[in-house]
């Protein structure tokens, strides 16, 4: 667990998600799945149920190159992330990164903590060597903070995303260290 001062002054604290979590974490992803169009997924869309959510949480935990976190501010779930990795031979080496902030929490450094937090797990866990993403062309706030963490754009999906009548591209995305 580690704490961090916010660009408001506000403290968040960083931990590994905990099968306890499982219940709030539902919520949470069906309620920022409703506060941007960023997202695989919409309000009220995220499907898993308790003991689903709750079996994937100890899966990742057990797994050596995966790892998924959770930012609580007031031991309240406002952001989480997670570095999931195929655990076959050829793919073993590649985490896929995938991170989400409530809202009203953007913009206060929170994104930038939790990469730094995996990113470094990533290169001291002695089996990862890329860490990718993808994210839709549009989402130029987190593409900013991903370069700025050192990810480069490494193809497009063209297509890739419908969204009221529209179409959207996917960058993926890749840190290799």
């Known amino acids: 667990m580690d704490a961090f001062k916010l660009k408001d002054g506000s403290q968040v604290i960083i931990r590994q998600a905990e099968k306890d979590d499982a219940r709030e974490l539902i919520s949470f992803y069906n309620v920022v799945g409703g506060e941007t169009n960023f997202l ?43 570095i999931t990795s195929i655990q076959k031979r050829k793919m073993k080496h590649v985490g896929t990164l995938g991170i989400v902030i409530k809202e009203e929490y953007c913009g206060l450094g929170i994104g930038g903590i939790l990469i730094d937090n995996l990113v470094n797990w990533s ?12 994210t839709r062309c549009d989402n130029y706030n987190a593409i900013e903070l991903y370069k700025k963490k050192g990810f480069k754009i490494e193809g497009t999906l063209i297509r890739d995303n419908y969204e009221d009548g529209k179409y959207y591209d996917t960058y993926t995305m890749g840190l290799l260290f």
């Open 123 to 134: 290169k001291q866990n002695c089996i990862t060597k890329k860490i990718s993403l993808l």
């Open 40 to 82: 695989s997924f919409g309000k009220d869309e995220f499907m898993a149920d308790l003991d689903a959510e709750e079996k994937y949480i100890e899966r990742i935990k057990n797994e050596d190159n995966s790892k998924f976190i959770v930012a609580t501010i007031n031991e309240k779930i406002i952001g989480a992330a997670s």
